[in-house]
Nanobody, 127 residues
Framework: QMQLQESGGRTVQAGGSLRLSCKASGDIYNVYCMGWIRQRPGKEREGVAAILLGDGRTHYADSVKGRFTISEDNPNNRVYLQIDNLKPEDTATYYC????????????????????WGQGTQVTVSS
């Protein structure tokens, strides 16, 4: 079984930057894609970024392109989400997610249909 643990969420001022971290542990050997999903207050969950592990190709939701950067640290089984120029509308719970080669996600992209999710980390942006 795989576990995902997010960290790095906090309250920041608009215009600032933040880096979220996700640590994967357990049965992670078949994971091929990891992503970040957020849920803003009163909104549906939204996939914001994904990365094809070992390849480095990334995919972003249009709403965050240019401000969000996903990256991987393979030796340490971590994935990061760098968020720059934070806006109040970025206030959300951010979840890390992973998909294995046995899953139903046909290709690695920013979405919500990942097999395994973390518990989430809260980001609050003050204006």
């Amino acid at each position: 079984q795989m576990q995902l643990q997010e960290s790095g969420g906090r309250t920041v001022q608009a215009g600032g930057s933040l880096r979220l971290s996700c640590k994967a542990s357990g049965d992670i050997y078949n994971v091929y894609c990891m992503g970040w999903i957020r849920q803003r207050p009163g909104k549906e969950r939204e996939g914001v970024a994904a990365i094809l592990l070992g390849d480095g190709r990334t995919h972003y939701a249009d709403s965050v392109k240019g401000r969000f950067t996903i990256s991987e640290d393979n030796p340490n089984n971590r994935v990061y989400l760098q968020i720059d120029n934070l806006k109040p509308e970025d206030t959300a719970t951010y979840y890390c997610a992973a998909e294995t080669v046995d899953g139903t996600l046909r290709y690695c992209h920013a979405g919500v249909n990942f097999e395994t999710w973390g518990q989430g980390t809260q980001v609050t942006v003050s204006s």
